[in-house]
Protein backbone atom coordinates (compact mmCIF):
# COMPACT_ATOMS: atom_id res chain seq x y z
CA UNK A 1 0.00 0.00 0.00
CA UNK A 2 0.99 3.92 0.17
CA UNK A 3 2.94 4.79 2.97
CA UNK A 4 4.96 8.29 3.69
CA UNK A 5 7.95 8.19 5.49
CA UNK A 6 9.35 11.67 7.39
CA UNK A 7 12.49 12.25 9.33
CA UNK A 8 11.57 11.67 13.11
CA UNK A 9 11.69 14.73 15.00
CA UNK A 10 11.67 17.07 17.11
CA UNK A 11 13.99 19.38 14.91
CA UNK A 12 15.71 22.68 16.84
CA UNK A 13 17.13 24.82 14.80
CA UNK A 14 18.56 28.73 15.43
CA UNK A 15 16.84 31.26 13.75
CA UNK A 16 18.17 31.99 9.92
CA UNK A 17 19.35 28.31 9.60
CA UNK A 18 18.84 26.44 6.80
CA UNK A 19 16.45 23.44 7.19
CA UNK A 20 15.74 20.25 5.45
CA UNK A 21 13.11 17.39 6.49
CA UNK A 22 13.20 14.19 4.57
CA UNK A 23 10.30 12.78 3.20
CA UNK A 24 10.39 9.50 1.13
CA UNK A 25 7.26 7.72 -0.23
CA UNK A 26 6.11 4.40 -1.36
CA UNK A 27 3.45 3.91 -4.00
CA UNK A 28 1.44 2.04 -6.38
CA UNK A 29 1.25 4.58 -8.64
CA UNK A 30 2.05 8.03 -10.02
CA UNK A 31 1.09 10.32 -6.92
CA UNK A 32 1.05 13.89 -5.97
CA UNK A 33 2.85 15.29 -3.11
CA UNK A 34 2.28 17.61 -0.69
CA UNK A 35 3.65 19.31 2.65
CA UNK A 36 1.00 20.22 5.06
CA UNK A 37 1.63 22.43 7.79
CA UNK A 38 0.01 22.47 11.66
CA UNK A 39 0.51 25.25 13.77
CA UNK A 40 0.05 24.80 18.18
CA UNK A 41 -3.65 24.29 18.29
CA UNK A 42 -5.14 24.58 14.67
CA UNK A 43 -5.65 22.30 11.98
CA UNK A 44 -3.83 21.70 8.77
CA UNK A 45 -2.60 24.44 6.34
CA UNK A 46 -1.55 23.39 2.49
CA UNK A 47 2.18 24.51 2.16
CA UNK A 48 2.93 23.10 -1.19
CA UNK A 49 2.72 20.54 -3.77
CA UNK A 50 3.92 18.66 -6.95
CA UNK A 51 2.01 16.96 -9.29
CA UNK A 52 4.62 15.18 -11.41
CA UNK A 53 7.92 14.39 -11.62
CA UNK A 54 11.06 17.23 -11.63
CA UNK A 55 8.26 19.77 -10.21
CA UNK A 56 9.72 21.96 -7.44
CA UNK A 57 6.27 23.30 -4.73
CA UNK A 58 7.25 26.22 -3.16
CA UNK A 59 5.39 28.75 -0.84
CA UNK A 60 6.71 31.34 2.12
CA UNK A 61 10.42 30.28 1.50
CA UNK A 62 9.66 26.34 1.60
CA UNK A 63 10.52 24.28 -1.33
CA UNK A 64 10.76 20.79 -2.22
CA UNK A 65 11.00 18.89 -5.70
CA UNK A 66 9.44 15.70 -6.30
CA UNK A 67 12.03 13.27 -7.29
CA UNK A 68 10.81 10.20 -8.53
CA UNK A 69 14.06 8.34 -8.88
CA UNK A 70 14.73 8.40 -5.16
CA UNK A 71 10.94 8.69 -4.49
CA UNK A 72 11.30 11.58 -2.60
CA UNK A 73 9.99 15.14 -1.62
CA UNK A 74 12.63 16.54 1.04
CA UNK A 75 11.23 20.12 2.03
CA UNK A 76 13.97 22.79 2.59
CA UNK A 77 13.96 26.49 3.11
CA UNK A 78 17.30 28.78 3.56
CA UNK A 79 16.49 30.85 6.45
CA UNK A 80 14.14 29.90 8.93
CA UNK A 81 12.17 31.77 11.22
CA UNK A 82 10.67 31.38 14.67
CA UNK A 83 7.64 31.25 12.72
CA UNK A 84 8.14 28.38 11.28
CA UNK A 85 8.15 26.64 14.44
CA UNK A 86 5.35 23.84 13.53
CA UNK A 87 4.73 20.48 12.89
CA UNK A 88 5.48 19.59 9.58
CA UNK A 89 3.97 16.70 7.44
CA UNK A 90 4.93 15.18 4.26
CA UNK A 91 1.60 13.67 2.13
CA UNK A 92 0.31 11.50 -1.06
CA UNK A 93 -2.32 10.95 -3.09
CA UNK A 94 -2.94 8.62 -5.75
CA UNK A 95 -4.33 9.55 -9.07
CA UNK A 96 -8.13 9.72 -8.62
CA UNK A 97 -9.95 10.10 -5.70
CA UNK A 98 -8.25 8.31 -2.90
CA UNK A 99 -7.63 10.01 0.42
CA UNK A 100 -4.41 11.69 1.73
CA UNK A 101 -2.15 9.51 3.38
CA UNK A 102 0.38 11.16 5.77
CA UNK A 103 3.42 10.78 7.25
CA UNK A 104 3.87 10.68 11.39
CA UNK A 105 4.84 14.22 11.13
CA UNK A 106 7.98 16.12 12.20
CA UNK A 107 8.13 18.71 14.86
CA UNK A 108 10.13 22.05 14.33
CA UNK A 109 11.37 24.38 16.63
CA UNK A 110 12.92 27.86 15.85
CA UNK A 111 14.58 29.25 18.76
CA UNK A 112 16.21 33.18 18.12
CA UNK B 1 -19.01 30.08 5.83
CA UNK B 2 -15.31 30.81 4.64
CA UNK B 3 -13.79 27.98 7.20
CA UNK B 4 -14.20 24.65 8.18
CA UNK B 5 -16.18 24.57 11.35
CA UNK B 6 -15.60 21.97 14.20
CA UNK B 7 -17.24 21.72 17.59
CA UNK B 8 -17.21 21.35 20.16
CA UNK B 9 -13.27 22.32 20.87
CA UNK B 10 -12.59 19.92 23.39
CA UNK B 11 -14.98 16.72 24.55
CA UNK B 12 -14.47 14.67 27.76
CA UNK B 13 -16.13 11.44 28.06
CA UNK B 14 -15.62 8.23 30.32
CA UNK B 15 -15.19 5.02 28.73
CA UNK B 16 -18.33 3.07 27.75
CA UNK B 17 -20.11 6.65 26.96
CA UNK B 18 -21.11 7.98 23.43
CA UNK B 19 -19.27 10.84 21.57
CA UNK B 20 -20.78 13.30 19.24
CA UNK B 21 -18.54 15.77 16.87
CA UNK B 22 -19.81 18.34 14.08
CA UNK B 23 -18.33 19.84 11.46
CA UNK B 24 -19.90 22.49 9.35
CA UNK B 25 -17.96 22.74 5.87
CA UNK B 26 -17.11 25.45 3.83
CA UNK B 27 -20.05 26.85 1.66
CA UNK B 28 -20.38 25.47 -1.62
CA UNK B 29 -17.80 22.26 -0.55
CA UNK B 30 -19.13 18.92 -1.46
CA UNK B 31 -16.92 17.07 0.11
CA UNK B 32 -16.27 16.31 3.23
CA UNK B 33 -13.48 14.07 5.48
CA UNK B 34 -12.93 12.99 8.66
CA UNK B 35 -9.08 12.00 9.80
CA UNK B 36 -7.98 10.64 13.40
CA UNK B 37 -5.05 12.20 15.15
CA UNK B 38 -3.51 10.21 17.59
CA UNK B 39 -0.82 10.47 20.01
CA UNK B 40 2.42 10.69 18.34
CA UNK B 41 0.92 12.96 15.28
CA UNK B 42 -0.05 10.59 13.15
CA UNK B 43 -3.02 11.01 10.64
CA UNK B 44 -5.67 8.20 10.34
CA UNK B 45 -8.40 8.91 7.03
CA UNK B 46 -11.56 7.45 8.62
CA UNK B 47 -14.63 8.21 6.07
CA UNK B 48 -15.51 11.03 3.52
CA UNK B 49 -18.88 12.05 1.67
CA UNK B 50 -19.97 13.44 -1.42
CA UNK B 51 -22.64 15.72 -0.08
CA UNK B 52 -24.81 13.50 1.88
CA UNK B 53 -23.50 10.50 0.48
CA UNK B 54 -20.66 8.09 2.19
CA UNK B 55 -18.06 8.67 -0.44
CA UNK B 56 -14.81 6.33 1.02
CA UNK B 57 -15.46 4.82 4.37
CA UNK B 58 -12.23 2.29 3.94
CA UNK B 59 -10.78 3.78 6.89
CA UNK B 60 -13.64 3.97 9.48
CA UNK B 61 -13.69 1.19 12.37
CA UNK B 62 -16.16 -1.37 11.62
CA UNK B 63 -17.79 -0.94 15.37
CA UNK B 64 -18.94 1.85 17.10
CA UNK B 65 -17.69 4.76 14.85
CA UNK B 66 -20.55 6.24 12.72
CA UNK B 67 -21.20 9.07 10.55
CA UNK B 68 -23.62 11.54 8.55
CA UNK B 69 -23.38 14.35 6.22
CA UNK B 70 -27.56 15.65 6.55
CA UNK B 71 -29.17 18.57 4.34
CA UNK B 72 -28.72 21.83 6.13
CA UNK B 73 -27.33 20.18 9.40
CA UNK B 74 -23.61 20.14 10.68
CA UNK B 75 -22.20 16.73 9.30
CA UNK B 76 -21.27 14.64 12.31
CA UNK B 77 -19.12 11.89 13.88
CA UNK B 78 -20.27 9.40 16.20
CA UNK B 79 -18.34 7.07 19.02
CA UNK B 80 -20.54 4.70 20.11
CA UNK B 81 -19.51 3.47 24.20
CA UNK B 82 -15.86 5.06 23.62
CA UNK B 83 -12.71 3.46 24.38
CA UNK B 84 -9.56 5.14 26.07
CA UNK B 85 -8.22 4.46 22.75
CA UNK B 86 -10.14 6.50 20.86
CA UNK B 87 -8.70 9.65 22.71
CA UNK B 88 -7.41 11.84 19.62
CA UNK B 89 -7.94 14.88 18.13
CA UNK B 90 -10.31 14.45 15.02
CA UNK B 91 -10.29 16.43 12.25
CA UNK B 92 -12.39 17.66 9.56
CA UNK B 93 -11.55 18.76 6.05
CA UNK B 94 -13.87 20.02 2.96
CA UNK B 95 -13.04 20.32 -0.49
CA UNK B 96 -15.14 21.33 -3.90
CA UNK B 97 -13.40 17.94 -5.12
CA UNK B 98 -12.88 14.52 -3.97
CA UNK B 99 -9.17 14.60 -5.26
CA UNK B 100 -6.92 16.54 -2.81
CA UNK B 101 -4.19 16.66 -6.25
CA UNK B 102 -7.11 19.14 -7.60
CA UNK B 103 -8.31 21.52 -5.27
CA UNK B 104 -7.52 22.11 -2.06
CA UNK B 105 -8.55 20.60 1.37
CA UNK B 106 -9.29 23.04 4.11
CA UNK B 107 -8.72 21.47 7.48
CA UNK B 108 -11.06 22.65 10.48
CA UNK B 109 -9.20 23.16 14.09
CA UNK B 110 -10.37 19.87 15.25
CA UNK B 111 -12.01 18.58 18.03
CA UNK B 112 -9.74 17.14 21.34
CA UNK B 113 -11.95 13.89 22.59
CA UNK B 114 -10.48 12.81 25.79
CA UNK B 115 -11.41 9.51 27.15
CA UNK B 116 -11.17 8.53 30.67
Excluded at chain 1, 82 to 87: G, P, Q, Y
Excluded at chain 2, 79 to 93: H, M, P
Aim: proline letters at 4%; glycine letters at 8%.
Amino acid sequence: GNSVTQMEGPVTLSEEAFLTINCTYTATGYPSLFWYVQYPGEGLQLLLKATKADDKGSNKGFEATYRKETTSFHLEKGSVQVSDSAVYFCALSDPGNTPLVFGKGTRLSVIA
Amino acid sequence: GEEVAQTPKHLVRGEGQKAKLYCAPIKGHSYVFWYQQVLKNEFKFLISFQNENVFDETGMPKERFSAKCLPNSPCSLEIQATKLEDSAVYFCASSQSASATNEKLFFGSGTQLSVL
